[in-house]
């Protein structure tokens, strides 16, 4: 499999065979502007700068992470720098929809450098891509429209100011709207969160004492979901994080071992997954306020 890395976005309007960038840590582009280009054979590639896409009629797939996606509706999708995309051979570009190309660098100074690290849908796999309502398209796009509008502006003092403002709106709709997502699609989170705690009994019941703590990647990993989305899926519908399911989880088969066997606490924290004691003495004091040892006295 060939690898592409692309450092610079003037070097990915080489690749999509465009005129040089107008700002060379920004740009944006219609899908209807960008010839089209034929992949080979399956290639990976690899970005040092943002990405947010909103795309219609792809003919191609896009693998991200362990999964693949098929554009045969408009759907927005980011990506995060560094990320690695896997395409497969066809053809490259959609034939409508928008791309925006940030490198890190043009936010530098600006609140949104900061913020747009918080926003989890940047380390969300291609299959959670955000799909957008009528009226959410409509929205999106008039942002996209007013951004292409100001880039090819003649640039002055405020010109950064400006994109700056309507990228930062453009992501707040996005969160806003995929916040809607978790909500409209409900009884199939509901379905995901019956499957992660039969998992999670499962886990702790067989595989704790082999494979010691589970994490939240190995969790995800059984649903077919990145890490960050299955959290803030949990948080949204639940009020507690990932990590937060798995401790109180863990807590409830401690207060089960201190409280039914006759185990040291240096045993049940090995049990448990624990390399050292330590580490599980504190945790259950963090979330019960107490010690093992106090919890087990207080039943005898």
Known sequence: METVHIKTIAQSHQLMKLSKPKHPLFSIKKFEEIPQVEVKEKTKLIYDYYQIVLKKDCPNKLQYGQTMYDFDEGVMSYFAPKQVSIVEQGILFPTLGWTISIHPDFLQGYDLAKKIKDYGFFEYGVSEALILS?????????????????????????????????????????????????????????????????????????????????????????????????????KQNTGLSAQQHIHEKLIEKAKEKLSTTDLSVSEIAYELGFEQPQSFSKLFKTKTNQSPLEFRQSFN
């Open 134 to 234: 009528e009226d959410e398209e409509k929205t999106i796009e008039q942002i996209f429209q007013q951004i292409y509008a100001e880039y090819h502006l003649l640039i002055d003092k405020f010109s950064q100011d400006v994109v700056i403002a309507s990228l930062d709106l453009l992501l707040t709709y996005s969160n806003r709207y995929y916040n809607r997502q978790f909500i409209v699609r409900k009884p199939n989170n509901n379905t995901l969160l019956s499957k992660f705690e039969k998992l999670l009994y499962q886990y702790f019941d067989t595989e704790i004492a082999e494979n010691g703590l589970p994490t939240i990647s190995y969790f995800a990993e059984q649903l077919n979901l990145s890490s960050k989305y299955f959290s803030d899926l949990l």
